[in-house]
């Protein structure tokens, strides 16, 4: 199974500063298509987890711009340019090209 | 709008099944993968497999072979999880995620088992 290694496991942001998140994938995600099948979904306080980010860098519908991904072939990275108080929760990175699908352990975001 | 509306929390003895179900709406419900996904308390995310809609193929992770089944109703949109032999640690919230990127999530289903 590919192995998906975040750090930090945890991460505390003073409101209005950046933040980012490492990902690393024991197998290449770069598709034959071109396409890297990478996602980020933040899991908020008792809510199931939501898409953030698809396809390395494709931000889903509504989510802000405030939020980017990065990244090729095995390492990626979640930045978060401003964070907010509503950016606490999970955050975990997921790949998509192989099966079994796997997860990032997750890192938790809190604000000072 | 896209939702996936999950059933309620179970409570099940060791060695027993669980099925959840998964109703979909706000899309054609047989134009996109149903991924079920769970959660353990305090633990990340797990993949468990994968339902097609449209044929009812399936495709289910190493670990819950023989144990897992995934089936669809396409008549009320709804997919179905059901697992078997039961033991504590299979103790977890139980999602469904519509393929896409896993654009769309149910609430989860929280199977408790317990003597």
């Known amino acids: 199974d590919v192995v998906m290694t975040q750090t930090p496991l945890s991460l505390s942001v003073t409101p209005g500063q950046p933040a980012s998140i490492s990902c690393k994938s024991s197998?290449?995600?770069?598709?034959?298509?071109?396409?890297?099948?990478l996602s980020w979904f933040l899991q908020k306080p008792g809510q199931s987890p939501q898409l953030l980010i698809y396809?390395?860098?494709s931000r889903f519908s509504g989510v802000p711009d405030r939020f980017s991904g990065s990244g090729s072939g095995t390492d990626f990275t979640l930045k978060i340019s401003r964070v907010e108080a509503e950016d606490v929760g999970l955050y975990y990175c997921?790949?998509?090209?192989?099966?079994?699908?796997?997860f990032g352990q997750g890192t938790k975001v809190e604000i000072k | 709008q896209v939702q996936l509306v999950q059933s309620g929390a179970e409570v099940k003895k060791p060695g027993a099944s669980v099925k959840v179900s998964c109703k979909a709406s706000?899309?054609?419900?047989t134009d996109w993968y149903m991924h079920w996904v769970r959660q353990a308390p305090g633990q990340g995310l797990e993949?468990?497999?994968?339902?097609?809609?449209?044929?009812?193929?399936?495709n289910y992770a190493q670990k819950f072979q023989g144990r897992v089944t995934m089936t669809r109703d396409t008549s009320i949109s709804t997919a179905y999880m059901e697992l078997s032999r039961l033991r504590s640690d299979d103790t977890a919230v139980y999602y469904c995620?519509?393929?896409?990127?896993?654009?769309?999530w149910g609430q989860g289903t929280l199977v408790t088992v317990s003597s």
């Open positions: 997921m790949q998509g090209i192989h099966l079994p699908k796997t």
């Open positions: 995620a519509r393929s896409g990127g896993f654009d769309y």
């Open positions: 396809e390395l860098s």
């Open positions: 993949w468990m497999g994968w339902i097609s809609p449209n044929t009812g193929d399936t």
């Open positions: 197998q290449s995600l770069l598709h034959s298509d071109g396409k890297t099948y």
């Open positions: 706000g899309y054609t419900f």
